[in-house]
C-alpha cells in the first residue's frame, strides 16, 4: 500500500470503475480496459472497486475475458456484482462468477457475494450485493441478511470509519423509478443507527454524481466506463487521524479521469 502525506493530514485514495459492460467482441473496450490499467499504474491509488455490471451478459465467457483484461492492474482490486454479472435464470449463477473472480483475484480468495477488506487501520471497506440470485432486475434491493451482518460490523468497529459499495445507489443520481432501489426503509434505518458511514458510491445509472445526506455520508455514484469517454472516478479522502471526530471532518475529493 502507498500513504501520503500531506499538510499535516492523511490520505487515502482509491479509483472506481463501473458499468463496463464487457464481452469478448467488443474489442475496443478490451483495448480501453488495457489503457485502464496503465491509467492507474499512473495514479497508483491504494485499491480499486469494479462497482458492477462488469460484463454486459452473464456468461462464463464473458467474465472470464473481463477478468483477463483486468488481470494487470497491478494494485489490490475488488469485484462488486452488478446486474448483469450473474443470475441463475439466464445466465451464470453466482457462484460460477465468483469462482472465476477468485480463480483470477489474489485479493478475493473466498466466494463470498458480500464481504469487507480494510485498505488501513482507519477504514474499512464493505462490498454488499444488491442483486437477486434467481433473475436479472433493474431494481437493487439490499437483503436482510446483508443489512444485519453490516449492523453488526458498524457496531463492532465504532471507531473505524466505513465506505459501502454495492451496484445501486441509495440516493440516486436522478429521479428514474424503473432503476431503482426497493424496499430501502430497513437498510436506511440500519445506517441511521451509526454515525462512521462515510461515503456509499454505486453504479447502474450511468451518470456521475456526488451528494451528501443530512448525516453528512456522500453518495457517490459514477459513470459507466462503456460509455465514451472511457472514464472511471478517483476518491481522494484527506483526513487528520488525530482530530478526527466524525466523517463531516473529512474531505472527500472526486475526479473524474478518462482513460
Not at 499504474?41 to 475475458?65: A, R, T, W, Y
Not at 483475484?105 to 463470498?112: H, L, T
Not at 471497506?125 to 439490499?142: M, R, Y
Request: hydrophobic share 35%; net charge negative.
Amino acid at each position: 500500500m502507498l500513504f501520503y502525506s500531506c499538510a499535516n493530514a492523511d490520505v487515502l485514495e482509491f479509483a472506481q470503475v463501473s458499468d463496463t459492460h464487457y464481452t469478448l467482441e467488443n474489442t475496443v473496450l478490451d483495448r480501453y480496459l488495457y489503457f485502464l490499467s496503465l491509467s492507474l499504474k499512473k495514479q497508483n491509488p491504494d485499491f480499486v472497486v469494479f462497482l458492477g455490471d462488469n460484463v454486459d451478459k452473464s456468461k462464463e465467457e464473458n467474465v472470464i475475458g473481463f477478468m483477463r483484461a483486468i488481470h494487470s492492474i497491478n494494485t489490490p482490486y475488488y469485484i462488486v456484482l452488478g446486474k448483469n454479472d450473474a443470475h441463475k435464470l439466464s445466465g451464470i449463477e453466482k457462484d460460477i462468477y465468483l469462482d472465476i473472480v477468485t480463480t483470477f483475484n489474489r485479493n478475493q480468495r473466498e466466494k463470498d457475494k458480500y464481504y469487507y477488506f480494510k485498505p488501513n487501520s482507519k477504514f474499512i471497506c464493505v462490498v454488499l450485493d444488491d442483486n437477486p440470485d434467481f433473475a436479472p432486475s433493474k431494481h437493487g434491493e439490499i437483503p436482510d441478511e446483508q443489512i444485519e451482518w453490516l449492523d453488526k460490523l458498524l457496531t463492532k468497529y465504532p471507531n473505524k470509519l466505513f465506505l459501502i459499495f454495492h451496484h445501486s445507489p441509495l440516493v440516486p443520481p436522478r429521479v428514474e423509478y424503473k432503476l431503482s432501489m426497493i424496499n430501502t426503509e430497513k437498510y436506511s434505518a440500519m445506517l441511521q443507527k451509526h454515525d462512521n458511514v462515510l461515503l456509499i458510491s454505486s453504479g447502474h445509472y450511468h451518470q456521475e454524481a456526488t451528494q451528501t445526506d443530512e448525516r453528512g455520508v456522500r453518495h457517490i455514484s459514477a459513470p459507466a466506463f462503456k460509455d465514451i469517454p472511457h472514464s472511471y472516478q478517483m476518491i481522494k479522502i484527506i483526513y487528520d487521524e488525530k482530530t478526527l471526530k466524525s466523517p463531516k471532518d473529512i474531505e472527500v475529493i472526486v475526479t473524474k479521469v478518462k482513460v
